[in-house]
């Protein structure tokens, strides 16, 4: 089996300029897909690849037309979509399954939709289960199924209506390891020896590997806003091994390109000019966000790497500690931003400073990220406004109303949250969970470095 | 944050409350036209055998009441839900809907009905079963509404993306969802409006008494006439009738329900009913399944997928839609207007005094109300816990105290009337273990849930620590049952404004006994047709209401959800 035979170069589905954009409470708007532009072709696999919060779901609602564009247009076989497209069928990570419909319920679901009769449908949806490997389990509730065969259901009530175009959004993360990796084969299969007659198959990912394996063409988005940043072909042959060379190099080298995602703009300043296309924001100074770090995991990690020589590589660190590129990044991210380590083409090399901070104890690795934590914007700016304060202490939600100009409602709270936690562990300033409050003791304000802060 | 949850007064509230105040007048501008119905006045009979009849027509009112609240609580849950224009009227609305005591109508909503249909039963009937609609719908209409906004974004998604139409979503997405919400509450609601009908079937307007053959007249008159073997007749019949009802219907309507639960585990305890299971195994119900119900799901998808709009909307429709919308909220906006000014006129009747002992008398209603929930709160809690803690005795006695629960205490009020009405004080001081007699329930369920569900590690750890008894209580148990108690303090304080209407003005032997307090003003001024002062009694009563949920209650719930929760 090589190259799929079914490909005849016709574009199914076309994005023109596709923007989204979320107006927050106070009408600040949040940009989260920009100008992105790409076609699927007849015959197709296609991995959307991003880091999560990347709108890459939100990109894969708008092309099944659950989801309107702000601007911009989406084109089905040349038609603009308006309305859930009947011609695509969606997979759901959760698998979104109604748990009051036996499986072959669910399965029939899109059929009456269609207004099938039933005898028809009953006989299709046999068919599917049947095709999908769970006969027998007709009957049964979701419940009483595991993840994996639940997802099987999923994916049988997908196809039951026959769709061009499959859509799924991370059809295999909810699954362990084993499971996800038999259905992928399984589903592979089905595809590859055009068992179902659809015609393209999208699929949103954050697993490099996944991607790799499964996909023809790996589209790679970037995050805040969305774009498209590589369009990567993927020609190796199927079936695929993990273990070949061809299959590592291409893996890693998408590794190279994803964590090179923020390269461009690694100064930690606490403004950024806005990009000039974005009317509403109207020059307002940007805020950087900070990754959502722990840093209890930050401090594990930075031992691990010391213990393996001072540098490792990404890709083998996260496959030994059972991360994905997704949990993972947020960590080595946090390390660069506190000049810990720094990742060179999808390696990780610890800094001098690094080097000493794992050879400290608890309380000067604190004393070391207190130090860090002096030049991240967000921090400077709470510790700035708690100094200047004259009870020294300020609610929660002013800080949250500032980071809603510049970040969505979920966003601010994720980053004041890590923010708050950072300067907990720092013993910056303190956080009252029942008051919402954050304040400074009187330790805090003698310390000459929450001081020093008076100054910028 | 939805606006259910949120404490304080908003400007919405504000116009909504207002517009009420209108419609109530409006009503009320409209009874007074009513001509006194003659027709009625016939003794109830106490004769035995009469029993079962008596229990089948209060059965019949209750039955046509909640068909109504069903039909009512769907409709406007789904407005509520899903038209974001709507739901900024409907909640607030509905919040303040539930907080007005629906006795305070009965006069009104009588009067009402009776210019409606002169001369006859009907209106009457027609008023009493409205009144229990108006005392079971608010909590049905909030359990719904919560189960259509809290279905998850990819359920959602899903039937959108299979293309299924609005009613092929109702049917197979959102009314399953809201499933279990909606049989809890109905059980609730029926168990609310046995509470009304008990005092809506036997009522005296002015000189003139009204009553309906039912079990709560015959109560009444039993109680009336000093026929303690008949009272007590009456009382086991209306018994029989709650359990047999928990049995035949709620009981197998819940392990039904059950299947309807989002969870993705087989959970521990499922609730089980053996007519349930006669019935899931019947060939009948198998034959009516395939003869009916699917030919049936067919037909309404076909009909309704061709007067309900699809997804694609049209330009033309919409404009009209528009249109329409306009006209709608300008006729509204004039009823209102005109309602407000006829309220105004009603109130500029009043006299300085007059608002002044109003006033007062909320104040003293809401003495009797605190007392009463302390009361309740002294015992439940000791026999709650104790109850919620030991399963032994928790599989023992919470089957009694279901059935000591069920008995709506507007039932047992004549008989207790009767015995109390000589102690020192009288009323004011009877009136408040009416309210306690009425309002102790919800606060015992609610300490029992809150213990039992105190994990056992936790009780655990106060023994390894050897804390003592008090020490228990303070940093285990009072933290632990804090939200259940909360929320049984609310359903309690409804229940206890409302049951003052009742509380504090009895009528019993031809004597009218009173208490001082805004029920007792309410009751007086519906009897006399001071329609002044009953517009300005419900109102300040359904204010004292809604401000107090607003601001002590909500807060207090959300703090104790958000501290004190043990998940």
Known sequence: MSVKERNQNTSLVRLLGVTKMYTQPDNYNIRVLDDINFDIQTGEFVALLGPSGSGKSTLLRIITGLSEPSYGTVLYRGEPVSGPNPHAAMVFQSFALYPWLTVQQNVELGLVAQGVAPDKRHQRAVQLIDLIGLNGYEDAFPKELSGGMRQRVGFARALAVDPELLCMDEPFSALDFLTAENLRSELLDLWLESRIPTRAILMVTHGIEEAVYMADRIVLLSKNPARIIADLPNLLPFPRNRKAPEFVQLVDHVYKIVTGWDDTENDADLVESTVPSQPSQGGQPRLKPIPYGHLSMLSGLLELVADRGGHDDLYRLGAELFLEVDDLLPVTETAELFHLAEVREGDLFLTELGKSFVDRDVNERKAIIREQLKDIPIIRMITRVLVSKANHAMSKEFFTDILEEHFSVNESERQLMTAINWGRFADLFHYDTDTELLYLDDDQMRDPLALSLQDF | ?567
């Open chain 2, 1 to 567: 944050m939805s606006a259910q949850d949120r404490p304080g007064v908003g400007f919405a509230d504000i116009l909504v409350g207002a517009s009420l105040l209108a419609m109530i007048s409006v009503i009320i501008a409209w009874s007074t036209h009513a001509h006194p119905y003659t027709a009625e006045s016939g003794q109830i009979s106490l004769a035995w055998w009469h029993l079962p009849l008596d229990a089948t027509y209060s059965w019949l009112r209750m039955l046509a009441a909640y068909a109504l609240s069903l039909v009512f609580t769907l409709i406007y849950g789904y407005l509520a839900a899903f038209n974001t224009r709507a739901e900024k009227i409907l909640l607030p609305l509905l919040d303040i809907l539930q907080s007005i005591p629906v006795l305070s109508f009965l006069p009104v909503v009588l009067l009402a009905f009776i210019a409606l249909f002169p001369h006859s039963r009907i209106g009457v009937n027609l008023a009493s079963i409205m009144l229990i609609f108006t005392g079971q719908v608010w909590n049905m209409v909030f359990a719904v509404y919560h189960g259509f906004i809290t279905i998850p974004r990819d359920l959602r998604e899903s039937a959108l993306s299979l293309n299924l139409s609005p009613w092929q979503r109702f049917r197979t997405l959102e009314l399953p969802y809201a499933m279990v919400g909606l049989v809890w509450n109905s059980m609730m609601s029926w168990a609310g409006g046995w509470f009304f009908l008990m005092a809506a079937e036997m009522f005296s307007l002015g000189n003139r008494s009204y009553q309906l053959q039912g079990l709560g007249s015959y109560l009444q008159t039993a109680a009336n006439q000093g026929r303690w073997g008949a009272e007590l007749a009456g009382l086991a019949t209306l018994v029989l009738v709650i359990v047999l009802m928990d049995q035949l219907v709620w009981r197998p309507l819940l392990a039904w329900a059950d299947k309807f639960k989002m969870e993705m585990v087989e959970g521990g305890e499922r609730p089980r009913s053996a007519v349930l299971r006669i019935l899931r195994r019947s060939l009948i119900l198998e034959w009516l399944g395939r003869a009916l119900w699917i030919p049936l799901t067919q037909w309404s998808d076909h009909l309704f997928s061709n007067t309900l709009p699809r997804w694609r909307r049209n330009d033309s429709v919409l404009n009209i839609v528009a249109l329409v919308r306009w006209l709608l909220v300008a006729f509204i906006v004039v009823v209102i207007v005109t309602a407000l000014e006829g309220a105004l006129r009603l109130l500029e009747h009043l006299t300085w005094p007059e608002i002044e002992l109003v006033a007062l008398a909320t104040l003293a209603t809401l003495g009797r109300v605190v007392v009463a929930l302390i009361i309740s709160v002294v015992w439940t809690v000791p026999v709650g816990v104790f109850i919620g803690l030991n399963h032994k005795w928790a599989a023992r006695l919470t089957p009694l105290s279901q059935i000591a629960a069920s008995v709506p205490a507007t039932a047992l009020f004549p008989g207790i009337v009767a015995l109390l009405i000589h102690i020192h004080g009288g009323l004011n001081v009877a009136s408040v273990l009416l309210m306690v007699l009425g309002t102790q329930w919800y606060i015992l369920f609610n300490v029992i849930a809150g213990a039992s569900a105190i994990p056992e590690d936790l009780r655990e750890a106060t023994r390894i620590f050897r804390l003592s008894r008090s020490k228990t209580w303070t940093t285990l148990i009072l933290p632990a049952i804090a939200p259940f108690l909360i929320t049984g303090l609310i359903t309690a304080a409804g229940g206890a404004w409302n049951a003052s209407i009742v509380a504090e003005y009895v009528s019993f032997h031809h004597h009218v006994y009173t208490a001082f307090g805004v029920g007792a003003i309410i009751a007086q001024s519906s009897q006399d047709r001071g329609f002044s002062v009953l517009l300005l009694a419900t109102s300040l009563l359904a204010l004292t209401v809604v401000l107090i949920n607003r601001l002590v209650w909500r807060r207090l719930y959300n703090k104790a959800a958000e501290r004190y929760s043990l998940s």
